[in-house]
């Protein structure tokens, strides 16, 4: 497939393209064998992110997927059960790798519209020490929440399921892959959330657009664990200053800006509300995601919506399973294109129509 530019880009942040002062970050970057502990770029990265975290140390790791996965493997061993919702990233788009290579189960629960488990049935699924069954060792907890509209999750459930974890001798872990989205929408800083858990991790490649990478942060133990399992699935990078380089202006610059995302996503759903036919509730886009369906009403189906707006309009979107959609607003996505995006979806919707 031919190279799409992120400005036409709308099916997820994870297109962004490093920004230009990401590109000179990133030539200009003192390096070091980042294994031996050497890179001074990547070390830098590791403390502000800790820093920004409000945690003692943080991990350099290739992705969220591989931020989440040692996160498992240094909470939880073989025969461990892990405690998730069930429409989480780490239960439903990670190749199951916590169970494939650290022999740890998945114990998936029912979420409400925002992703949160309910607390009863938390604390029910925390099993007796019994030798039939699986120990409970490891809550995954999720901010925003990609697979609801990416909800912005309040500080209050995580400190409840805090307690509850504290309470049995659980540990706790956040993917925070859109971490900075959730605060912003929240208007809190990122320690509100990540003060009631005992890790977490956080993307550099998606809203915040630097090329490649996560931090995987916690404890000084924690993460001095953490690095050999980081070294055993093969995520120990050398001159990786070059990377890292950009994801010190993700998080100093690129955090600062999300707001604008939100914005832009609200003008979309607000926009694709005033057409027939198109089904969403802007009040539940909080962040940068913008889901909506087509009512059976409209001819055209969404595959053939998505292939129409990229054939004939340049403009790329996501099918996400039935007949629902998504648009992600992120730093190249300009205000024109999105009244442009909506111009064209109603376009399409209404000429399918008229046919009928
Ligand atoms: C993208 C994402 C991940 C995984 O990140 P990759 O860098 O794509 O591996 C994990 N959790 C959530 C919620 C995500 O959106």
Redesign the pocket.
């Known amino acids: 497939m031919a190279t799409i530019h992120p400005s036409v880009d709308f099916r997820s942040d994870?297109v962004t393209w490093p920004t230009d002062e990401m590109r000179a970050a990133m030539a200009a970057a003192t390096v070091g064998d980042d294994v031996y502990g050497e890179d001074p770029t990547v070390n830098a990265l590791e403390a502000l992110a800790a820093e920004m975290l409000g945690k003692a140390a943080g991990v350099w790791v290739t992705?969220?997927?591989?931020?989440?996965l040692i996160a498992a493997l240094t909470h939880a061993q073989r025969g461990d059960e892990a405690i998730m919702g069930e429409d989480?990233?780490?239960f439903c788009?990670?190749a199951g790798g916590m169970a494939v290579l650290g022999g740890i189960t998945p114990r998936p629960l029912p979420t409400d519209q925002r992703g949160r488990m309910d607390l009863a049935q938390v604390q029910r699924a925390i099993r007796g020490d019994d030798p039939h069954l699986p120990t409970s060792r490891l809550i995954l907890l999720?901010n925003?929440?990609?697979g609801n509209h990416g909800a912005a999750i309040a500080p209050d459930y995580f400190a409840a399921i805090h307690g509850i974890a504290q309470a049995h001798g659980l540990s706790t872990h956040l993917?925070g892959?859109?971490l900075f989205n959730a605060t912003t929408a929240l208007g809190l800083p990122p320690t509100a959330i990540t003060q009631w858990v005992d890790s977490a991790?956080i993307?550099l490649?998606?809203g915040l657009c630097a090329p490649v990478g996560?931090v995987l942060v916690g404890s000084e133990d924690f993460i001095r664990q953490a690095r050999r399992q980081r070294k055993l699935l093969g995520g120990g990078m050398r001159q990786a200053g070059v990377l890292a380089a950009a994801g010190i202006i993700a998080l100093k610059t690129m955090t600062q800006r999300l707001q604008a995302d939100h914005h832009l996503a609200q003008r979309l759903a607000q926009g694709l509300a005033t057409i027939p036919g198109i089904q969403i509730d802007p009040t539940v886009v909080e962040t940068n995601m913008v889901f909506f369906a087509l009512a059976d009403t409209v001819a055209i189906t969404p595959a053939e919506l998505v292939t129409r707006l990229s054939h004939n309009y340049g403009l790329h979107i996501g099918g996400y399973g039935d007949r629902t959609l998504r648009a992600v607003t992120h730093y190249w996505i300009q205000p024109q294109q999105v009244d442009r995006l909506v111009e064209a979806i109603s376009t399409l919707v209404l000429a399918g129509r008229s046919h009928h």
């Open positions: 994870t992705s969220g997927t591989q931020g989440n989480a990233h780490t788009w990670e999720e925003s929440s990609g993917d892959a859109r991790s993307c490649s998606k996560s």
